[in-house]
Every structure is written in structure tokens, then in C-alpha cells.
């Protein structure tokens, strides 16, 4: 089982002066999940190499097991600080794709060309694209094989409105992700505000904040075994 995980490289949070990035959970949670079930993960951004870390995620009050496993692997660390590029990545090397979220991506893989085609090969091929978070913001120009939006009639989720604006950055993103999708023809909905939710539609997997993190993870482990 080979896995794909896709990472922004985007580091600036709008126009606010302050850092973003991925959000250290929502990478570290699926990514052992995965690698204990034996998957060979491969690490991917838009630039190479080392990923820029949203500073807020790396606070004391978010980290969990994973996050914590994560900064005693000298390995995974490795792994992370020399992602391939995005642009060298062929979708027919991989049995599924995974895109944690942070604010990063929805200001470069949300545009990105080579993310945009990856998705659509992927999905294509009948293999689970997954996201979580701010993560399904790629979805956001994807296709499917018809040319209609990729999320079209699908159940999804992902970082609510309220959600967004309970962390005061509504008004600093480029774009509302719901109404994105919701928009594109997304049958949206979520779970409480931080509660763990995830949606399985078809070979299209979302989850909704970081704490859905692993359970959009081993929904990827359902469709692949």
C-alpha cells in the first residue's frame, strides 16, 4: 500500500504579519495510523523539501500522542524535511492520496496545477483522495472525469464557518472553504464545533477539524485493504 501525503509550502497567513502553514496533527495523527498499518508513505509539497509548520499547531495544548511520537522520530522528521516536489509525483505510483490541512493550502494547493491533476488522476483511477481540515481546499477547482466539479453531489466536510470563526480568521482567509464547496454543489455537513467527524463518499474522503484527523485516516485504510 503505497500512500501519498500532499503538504502545503505556503508559510504567510494572509496579510496579518503572522506564520501558517500545516497543522501538526492532522499530519502526525494520519501518518502513523498509515505507517503502523504498514503503508509506505511518501511526503509531497508544491516546493520540496521542509514544509512550513503553522507555529500555532506546535503550542502545548495542541499536541497529542502523535504530535509528541512525532518529535522523538528522527525519521519522520527526515522525511518531512525533504519532501519530493509535487510537480515530479505520478498519480500511478500511488494507491491513495492524503492532504492535511492548516491554513497553507488554501492559498497554494488550492491553485496548484500539479495538485489539481493528481487529484483528478487519482479519483479517476478509482483510488480514495482524502483531506482534513483546511485540506479539502484542493478540491476546490478539481474535476471529474465528466467536467463537472469533483465535489458535486458528494457528502462532504471540512473546517466549518463557525469554526472559522471561533479562531478570528474569517475575515484573513482567501475564501470561505464551506461555502466553496458548498457552491461547487457539495452536499455539506458537520458535527459540532472541534468534535471528530469525518464522511466517506465513494473514493472521496473529508473530515472536518484536526481531531477528525484519524478518522479520516482509517477510512483510507478501509478502501485500500
Known amino acids: 500500500m503505497k500512500i501519498l501525503m500532499v503538504l502545503t509550502s505556503h508559510d504567510q497567513l494572509g496579510d496579518t504579519g503572522n506564520k501558517t502553514g500545516f497543522w501538526l496533527e492532522e ?17 509531497a509539497s508544491p516546493a520540496g523539501g521542509q514544509p512550513p509548520l503553522d507555529p500555532k499547531s506546535d503550542e502545548p495544548g495542541f499536541q497529542t500522542e502523535a504530535t509528541r511520537r512525532f518529535k ?3 525519521d519522520a522528521q527526515k522525511a518531512l524535511a525533504t519532501t519530493v516536489k509535487l510537480s515530479a509525483v505520478s498519480a500511478a505510483d500511488y494507491d ?14 488550492t491553485e496548484d496545477p500539479h495538485s489539481i491533476a493528481l487529484i483528478e488522476a487519482i479519483y479517476a483511477a ?4 482524502a483531506a482534513v481540515c483546511h485540506g479539502p481546499a484542493v478540491l476546490r477547482h478539481t474535476k471529474a472525469p465528466d467536467g ?9 466536510t471540512c473546517f466549518s464557518n463557525s469554526e472559522e470563526a471561533a479562531v478570528q480568521l474569517s475575515d484573513v482567509v482567501p475564501f470561505s472553504l464551506e461555502d466553496a464547496l458548498t457552491v461547487n454543489g457539495a452536499n455539506y455537513s458537520k458535527a459540532d464545533d472541534w468534535h471528530p467527524y469525518a464522511i466517506t463518499d465513494g473514493n472521496l474522503i473529508t473530515g472536518q477539524n484536526p481531531a477528525s484527523s484519524e478518522l ?10
Open 216 to 225: 479520516v485516516a482509517k477510512a483510507v485504510l478501509d478502501k485500500c485493504n
Open 72 to 74: 522523538g522520530d528522527r
Open 96 to 109: 491513495a492520496v492524503f492532504y492535511p490541512g492548516g491554513h497553507g493550502p488554501m492559498w497554494d494547493l
Open 126 to 129: 478509482g483510488k480514495p483522495v
Open 148 to 156: 463537472s466539479p469533483l465535489v458535486q453531489g458528494k457528502s462532504v
Open 27 to 43: 499530519f502526525a495523527a494520519p501518518y502513523y495510523l498509515l505507517a503502523d498499518a504498514g503503508a509506505v508513505i511518501t511526503l
